[in-house]
């Protein structure tokens, strides 16, 4: 017989966001590959750890009123060296009141986050020091109209759920790049953003400039579209001006990540799991002072273990220890009811090559498995010091074959199409079944960048290799 082809026309951008909304639709599919790291026996063993050296070591809490108060108030022991022990009881109680999800909205009052789903949302990194130029090759410092590219980037990437900067305007003076930063990523951007201040005094000009671009401070609250970075400093010390920080967004119930950048071997056990016991310890002694200021804001933490290559100390984010530590901790917040988050979608290669792509897809199919809620510092390449927006771009495309690896093979009555090969295996009819029609755009993932066409056909086209797929596709997006 002669088969009937199908009558449907569809573009790229419609096939990529059906895609998009069919990885969203976790409540419709229970992701089923699932990697974990740290069972409950080790959790336990971790979360054990963790309250033995805020208790036995302790933490220096250099804001000298909250410090008064954890002792004054909150039954905190002041050691002799400076170190405030903070009671089990007490990290108890401040887990406890944790919210176990944390949502973040769009501009338009849409849900983009929602850590309660077993679908992760994907951020890229901030504040490298250069940018790899897609259109000349050339490392240099990064500029604020980079980052109003990236912006403009994110917002038409359909798997990219986060805004993020990558950078930092170099010509900018410091006292002003955070509040530019911002401006500039909410202005091209409706997505929510992940934000770094400095300080107490930058971060009120930041969240202003936030509250006048979506309609006004109550909003930060009832719907956040951010997400602040911060965290303690390794070796257990939370500074003055971090604490400021965490008791402002408390009491503005905007919603932030504590989490500390921890360097085995260096500022820390090199060992995975002391690095990740200590690292948890510092996270959740930042934790304990916001839920005493407001039970029940909205944090997220996690684990920024930094694994050195040892031989020259340079950071390895493309290396498996990255994510064995960042997965574990994750796997133990998960167990204590916080919400947390990871890196993956970065490479240690200075360009964006074979091994940029080689280590960003291994860790982002990793952390797609291990059903993180949130993946960040995607597009980092040089062990976090070099932004790309080649590597993002790619990152999108990673995404979506590593969603649809991680929701694993679903099998029931409608998928196992009985009543489907008996009606149309006779005749042969399976590409015009209603089976097939309804569901050829999301049973399988479509690649908008890897090449699947035929040998001869690539040839004709131009024989493009996939980082001119990328930049081309780069153009279309950004105009």
């Known amino acids: 017989m002669t088969r009937r082809s199908s009558k449907r026309s569809i573009s790229r951008e419609q096939k990529a966001q059906r895609q998009v909304d069919a990885r969203r639709q976790h409540t419709k599919q229970i992701q089923k590959l699932s990697l974990e790291l740290a069972d409950s026996k080790d959790s336990r063993l971790i979360h054990d750890a963790v309250k033995a050296i805020l208790w036995n070591v302790g933490i220096v809490v250099e804001h000298r009123a909250i ?9 905190c022991i002041e050691s002799d060296n400076d170190y405030i022990r903070l009671p089990p009881d007490l990290v108890e109680k401040a887990i406890s009141t944790v919210p176990r999800s944390v949502l973040l909205y769009d501009r338009d009052g849409n849900v983009k986050v929602d850590t309660s789903s077993q679908v992760s949302s994907y951020c890229p990194g901030h504040n490298c020091v250069r940018i790899l130029d897609f259109r000349t090759g050339e490392l240099r410092p990064c500029s604020l109209e980079d980052i109003r590219e990236t912006a403009r980037l994110c917002e038409q990437l359909p798997n990219i759920d986060m805004v993020c900067s990558l950078g930092y305007p170099s ?17 091209h951007c409706s997505k929510p953003a992940a934000l770094l201040a400095h300080d107490d005094e930058i971060q009120l000009r930041m969240m202003k400039a936030i509250a006048e671009r979506v309609g006004g401070w109550n909003q930060l609250a009832d719907k956040p579209v951010s997400l602040e970075l911060m965290g303690p400093i390794s070796p257990l010390r939370l500074p003055d001006e971090l604490c400021a920080r965490i008791v402002n967004c408390a009491r503005w119930r905007v919603p932030l990540v504590c989490y500390p950048a921890t360097f085995p071997g260096m500022s820390s056990p090199i060992s995975m799991a002391g ?27 996690g684990s920024a273990v930094l694994p050195m290559d040892m031989r020259q100390a340079n950071l390895a984010y493309g290396s498996p220890e990255y994510m064995l530590t960042g997965l574990g ?19 240690d290669s200075h360009q ?9 897809g291994a860790n982002l199919a990793i952390a797609a498995m291990a059903k993180t809620p949130l993946v960040h510092n995607l597009g980092f390449l040089s062990g976090g010091r070099t932004g790309s927006l080649e590597m993002l771009t790619l990152c999108d495309e990673l995404i979506g074959w590593s969603s649809k690896m991680a929701h694993g093979l679903a099998v029931d009555a409608d998928t196992l199409a009985v009543e489907v090969i008996e009606r149309s295996a006779p005749t042969n009819e399976f590409l015009t ?15 908008n960048l890897c090449e699947r066409s035929d040998a001869d056909a690539w040839l004709e086209a131009g024989a493009q290799d996939m980082q001119q797929r990328i930049r081309q596709r780069m153009a279309e997006l950004l105009g």
């Not at 410090?67 to 039954?75: A, P, Q, T």
């Not at 010509?171 to 202005?187: G, Q, S």
Request: net charge negative; aromatic share 8%.
């Open 275 to 301: 690095a990740i016991a200590q690292s948890s310890a510092e996270a959740i002694s930042g934790i304990v002072i916001h839920q005493l200021t407001e039970p029940g804001a909205p944090v997220i933490s």
């Open 171 to 187: 010509e900018i003076p410091p006292e002003d790049e955070v509040v530019e930063t911002t401006k500039a990523m909410y202005d």
């Open 67 to 75: 410090r008064n108060s954890l002792i004054r108030d909150h039954g």
């Open 329 to 347: 901790a994750s796997d133990y917040f998960r167990s204590i009811g916080i919400p947390s988050w990871i890196g993956a979608g970065c490479s």
């Open 433 to 447: 079944d209603p089976h097939t029609q309804d569901r050829f755009l999301t049973e399988n993932w479509y690649p």
């Open 352 to 360: 964006f090559d074979a091994q940029a792509a080689a280590e960003a």
